[in-house]
């Protein structure tokens, strides 16, 4: 540790201002900023200051992702097995799927940490610690199939027009990781849809083991959607409720199991970074939506009819609400906003999803489109606060 | 009609170094400073030269554009020193104290028949009126305006403050007197606040509206008080004075001079005996630490940890501050801190452990722990600003110096100490007490 401070202490000078390597600051205070919490004093303004940091802050969120993606890793070998018709071990099929995640996540890290470190100085800040989260979900919305130089590329995409044009992160407008995930879904249709890319192999594959779809259950009530075949007693398709719950099925990566996502919400509400407004109320928007599908919902259309809950284990739209829709730069700020931002996510999701079944899922487009008018909606809370203001002066002249 | 206010919002920060309820005098201070710097916003005419003898009450320097504001000498003595900074800006201006102090006379007075221009000019010659402050802008208060009403804390909760029943007990009759004098300066009411810890100090005091405030920090602080008793609109003006102010003003009328002894306390982790000192506006703070302070890199307060200004430990107590606080510095580099447990540390978030330890006392040092970033996480100050205001919003009009924004957004209502909390418990390190008081600086500028 001091040997370490040392190195640290000798190569310090060369990359400050004025050093043969400055070029290389940002990237060596990102290092430094890891290892050592800065001898920064408090110059002006309160003398001591509380012991949360971003860093700290968004560390804790990577924790809350840590269910996901584990049971994102088991659940790829296990459809992967599935899919091929052999059985193999519980910790055979995890390390199946760490090693096809892995190279997600580098990718994901390694091209979004490198622009964000090129942004940085070039503009003479330090590097934000937000692509630490965003990098970490962004692999966690694709299929497992999605070629690495597509994550690249939606990852440069994000990053730069979704979150550097506006200043960097806190200025930006759009969530960075759905904007990936959105970039993909409309600049590469065929390998986001489908019924093949959600099972690692699944598109090579000649023959598919008996019985085995993988369509998600999203794609199987967007399919259904004329006929009347399903009664949801026990669930959809070949998958029980509780198989739902658990998210043992095909699906983006991350988003399949509602314990796994439970727990990453329980920390998240808990330590109280993501703000329990839009989280209650996104679920309430889904199922407040969900219901007044079932109650006009006609005989033929099986999706008005699917019991209101189901919407909230079937695609994204737990993982939506608990990660996506929680992010305080691109969610509602103020407290009334907030309310309004979550309820109308769940509400569009589910229009979304059920009347548009060119898009079988709602979630992503939703958030981004409460992303979008969330200023306006603040807008709306604050002039209220400005009319009480103004209000008051009347009274008293 | 008296109110009772119960504040669900803010934040108590547990320090080491609580003063105990023992009073001593401080060692001699052989030299006092009066800082211009003390008064936001002052542009000072100074009227002395080096070397001039100065009373008690004597005028140092004046108000450059409010010539009829002037600043005196708290002792009397010899002046030693005009302390110039950059671009001849002064800084202090210092007095060799006289063993024996010498009063210039302002004459006793009986306050009942008294009319409040008699009263405004007694105040505004002995240099006590600079006590009077007002809301908005928190700086001296203007002579020529009409206040609504006027203000008093008089309890402190802010980290380690001085506990006002014990610095008050002992002189009641001079609060009543400065009362009774202030209470001529307005149509208006005196509210006088307090909490409902407080005790029977101020059960005997009259003409004044007094109001509980039931809650944690920033209750204390006036910006809170005025949004909640009688809110603050465009072009009204309230204010306020501190409870030891008082006493001196009350001092002046019944004993004709100014007399500008008050007791400070001495906090703060790295003070051996936290105690309270009598002591004389713009004392050395050498004379009130003399031996009392541990060995250390330690970094020297004039006020509280929140609010107070830096000053070097041969430096001087504060103009308004009762309170002084030595606390250690934080510049070290810690290996991994940020996802470290650390135990001694405070949060008011539930990513460390202090939430389950509610009554531990802390010994935090000046380091900010992290690196400052942009807004990042929102609704975090409107947990420790117990206003009807968007804290965040105001921050980002006075960033843009949008002047019409700041205004429907509530600057008029707000100081730095009233974000004082918010620059505590910020996760991306914004300075925001330096924002406010940009914001308003320019609020002046623009407007007079």
Redo the contacts between chains.
């Keep these: 540790?001091k040997a370490?401070?040392k190195l640290l202490d000798n190569i310090k000078p060369h990359v400050e201002k004025g050093g043969k390597f400055h070029y290389l600051y940002s990237g060596f205070d990102a290092v430094e900023?890891l290892?050592?919490?800065?001898?920064?004093?408090?110059k002006?303004?309160?003398?001591?200051?509380?012991?949360?940091?971003?860093?700290?802050?968004m560390?804790?969120v990577v924790i809350a992702l840590v269910p996901a993606l584990l049971f994102g890793m088991w659940n790829i070998g296990q459809q992967h097995f599935l899919s091929i018709g052999e059985t193999e071990t519980f910790m055979g099929t995890f390390f199946f799927g760490l090693l096809k995640m892995l190279p997600l996540i580098i990718v994901s890290y390694g091209v979004g940490l490198g622009i964000e470190i090129i942004f940085a100085q070039h503009r003479g800040h330090?590097v934000?610690?937000?692509f630490f989260v965003s990098g970490m979900l962004i692999p966690l919305i694709v299929p497992i199939d999605t070629p690495l130089w597509m994550v690249g590329i939606a990852v440069t995409f994000a990053v730069i027009i979704g979150k550097e044009v506006f200043?960097?992160?806190?200025?930006n407008i759009w969530n960075p990781a759905l904007l990936a995930r959105a970039f993909l879904f409309f600049a590469y249709p065929s390998d986001m849809s489908g019924d093949k890319v959600w099972v690692e192999g699944m598109g090579q594959l000649d023959k598919v083991a008996d019985g085995f779809s993988g369509a998600t259950p999203l794609a199987v009530m967007a399919a259904e959607a004329g006929d009347k075949v399903t009664t949801f007693a026990n669930g959809i398709g070949n998958w029980s409720v509780m198989e739902l719950v658990i998210g043992s099925y095909p699906g983006s990566i991350g988003e399949t199991s509602i314990i796994a996502i439970g727990i990453g919400a329980l920390i998240l509400l808990?330590?109280?970074?993501a703000?329990w407004k839009v989280m209650f109320s996104t679920i309430a928007g889904g199922l407040a939506m969900g219901f007044l599908f079932n109650a006009v919902a006609p005989e033929s259309n099986v999706f008005m009819q699917m019991p209101a809950y189901y919407h909230l284990l079937i695609g994204g739209f737990a993982f939506g609400a608990v990660f996506m829709a929680t992010d305080?730069?691109s969610?509602?700020?103020?407290?009334k906003g907030?309310y309004i931002y979550g309820f109308l996510i769940g509400v569009i999701a589910v229009i979304i999803r059920v009347v548009n079944p060119a898009y079988p899922e709602g979630m992503m487009l939703s958030i981004l489109l409460l992303n979008t008018f969330a200023p306006l909606i603040d807008f709306y809370v604050?002039q209220g606060?400005?009319k009480?203001?103004?209000k008051?002066?009347k009274v008293?002249a | 009609m008296s109110k009772t206010i119960k504040l669900n919002k803010g934040l108590n920060?547990n320090?080491q170094g609580v003063p105990v309820e023992n009073l001593a005098n401080s060692g001699t201070s052989i030299t006092y400073a009066i800082k211009p710097t003390d008064f936001p916003g002052l542009i000072p005419k100074i009227v002395i030269k080096p070397g001039f003898e100065v009373k008690a009450g004597s005028v140092l320097f004046i108000d450059k554009y409010n010539p009829e504001i002037k600043f005196t000498s708290p002792v009397s003595g010899r002046v030693k020193e005009i302390e110039r900074g950059e671009r001849r800006r002064v800084l202090r201006i210092i007095i060799e104290a006289e063993s024996e102090i010498r009063y210039d006379d302002f004459g006793k007075k009986d306050i009942n028949s008294l009319n409040s221009n008699d009263i405004k000019k007694t105040l505004l010659d002995s240099g006590t009126w600079t006590f009077i402050r007002k809301r908005p802008y928190a700086v001296v208060a203007n002579p020529e305006e009409e206040p609504k009403s006027i203000f008093i804390s008089g309890f402190d909760n802010a980290?380690l403050a001085p506990n006002y029943d014990f610095i008050i007990k002992e002189n009641t009759k001079e609060f009543q007197a400065g009362i009774d004098v202030i209470s001529k300066l307005t149509e208006g009411k005196v509210n006088l606040n307090i909490s409902d810890k407080t005790g029977s100090v101020y059960s005997n005091i009259t003409e004044v509206e007094k109001n509980t405030f039931i809650g944690k920090h920033p209750s204390s602080t006036i910006g809170t008080q005025i949004n909640h008793i009688d809110?603050l609109?465009?072009?009204?003006v309230i204010w306020y004075i501190n409870p030891q102010d008082v006493i001196i003003i009350g001092r002046l009328f019944t004993e004709g001079k100014y007399d500008a002894r008050k007791i400070v306390a001495l906090t703060g982790s790295e003070v051996n005996k936290p105690m309270y000192y009598n002591t004389i506006i713009g004392a050395s703070i050498n004379s009130i630490t003399e031996n009392n302070v541990k060995e250390g890199n330690n970094?020297y307060?004039s006020g509280n940890?929140?609010?107070?200004t830096?000053v070097n430990k041969n430096g001087y107590i504060g103009f308004y501050d009762s309170q002084l606080?030595i606390?250690p510095?934080?510049?070290?580099?810690?290996?991994?801190?940020?996802?470290a447990p650390?135990f001694k540390?405070?949060?008011?978030?539930?990513?460390?452990f202090?939430w389950l330890m509610p009554n531990k006392k802390y010994a935090?040092?000046?380091?900010?722990?992290?690196?400052?970033?942009?807004?990042?996480?929102?609704?975090q100050y409107?947990k420790v600003v117990p206003m009807?205001?968007?804290p965040?919003?105001l921050l980002k009009a006075c960033l843009a110096e949008d002047i019409d924004k700041m205004e429907?957004?509530?600057i008029y209502e707000v100081a730095?100490d009233d974000f004082?909390?918010c620059?505590?418990?910020?996760?991306?390190?914004i300075?925001?007490?330096?924002i406010i008081r940009k914001g308003i600086n320019l609020m002046i500028k623009e407007l007079s």
């Excluded at chain 1, 808990?270 to 970074?273: C, D, E, K, L």
């Excluded at chain 2, 935090?364 to 609704?379: H, K, P, Q, Y």
């Excluded at chain 2, 620059?423 to 390190?429: G, I, N, Q």
């Design positions: 540790m370490l401070r900023t290892f050592f919490v800065p001898n920064t004093v408090a002006k303004g309160a003398h001591i200051r509380d012991a949360i940091d971003l860093k700290r802050t560390f804790i330090e934000n610690e937000g200043g960097g992160t806190g200025m808990f330590t109280g970074i703000s305080p730069v969610a509602s700020q103020t407290s907030k604050i606060n400005i009480k203001r103004l008051r002066v008293t | 920060i320090l980290p809110p609109n465009k072009g009204e970094r307060i940890v929140l609010t107070g830096k606080t606390i510095e934080g510049d070290y580099y810690e290996f991994f801190g940020w996802i650390r540390k405070f949060s008011m978030s539930k990513l460390y202090s935090l040092d000046t380091n900010i722990n992290g690196g400052e970033r942009a807004f990042v996480v929102s609704e409107e009807d205001i968007y965040v919003e429907q957004l509530g730095e004082a909390l620059d505590f418990v910020c996760t991306s390190k300075e925001t007490q330096d």
